[in-house]
């Protein structure tokens, strides 16, 4: 399963805020809500918050097995 735990590691890490992505760089709440039930969202705003964060993709997903 993917699971958007690094995303918060990372946002706390950096100068922005779910405020700020959503007022400055116009990410919906939509979006930020599901990063928060780790439900899926497109690469388009993958890349989209890798370009504001200037981060990689693992530092925002990563794949769980739900097998283990």
Request: aromatic share 18%.
């Given at each position: 399963m993917i699971k958007y735990t690094p995303?918060?590691?990372t946002l706390k890490?950096?100068?922005?805020s779910t405020y700020t992505?959503?007022?400055k760089?116009?990410?919906s709440s939509a979006t930020i809500d599901?990063?928060?039930k780790n439900q899926g969202i497109s690469t388009m705003k993958l890349d989209d918050l890798c370009r504001i964060l200037k981060c990689r993709v693992?530092?925002?997903i990563?794949?769980?097995?739900e097998g283990k």
């Open positions: 995303f918060w590691e890490k950096s100068n922005e992505l959503i007022h760089y116009n990410i599901r990063l928060r693992e530092d925002i990563v794949y769980e097995d």
